[in-house]
């Protein structure tokens, strides 16, 4: 399951969702302020995660670029086969 995102505002001191949802009860969510994310690059990588996502994104570039690819259809099955 995807955690898409939700809006909320602010009310007498409390978050209040801006549109329902249907994650379970006494479900927990983290929430940041949107500020904070964007001045973050948009993720909470340090820079050695960082570089290694670079690195990892130059190697899955190059394969590409090689042409060693896998076809979109067989992966979506694959993940329907374990789902």
């Known amino acids: ?6 809006r909320a505002h602010v ?3 409390r978050l209040v969702l801006d549109e329902p949802t249907d994650l379970p009860e006494g479900e927990i969510v983290e929430l940041v302020p949107l500020d904070e994310v ?3 690059g948009g993720d909470y990588l340090d820079a050695d995660e960082r570089a290694e996502l670079h690195r990892d994104l130059a190697t899955s570039i190059a394969e ?3 042409g060693h690819l ?3 259809d067989d992966v979506l099955a694959d993940l329907r086969a374990v789902w």
């Open 11 to 13: 009310h007498n001191g």
């Open 1 to 6: 399951m995807t955690m898409q995102p939700m």
């Open 70 to 72: 896998i076809d979109a």
């Open 64 to 66: 590409a670029d090689a």
């Open 38 to 40: 964007l001045a973050r």
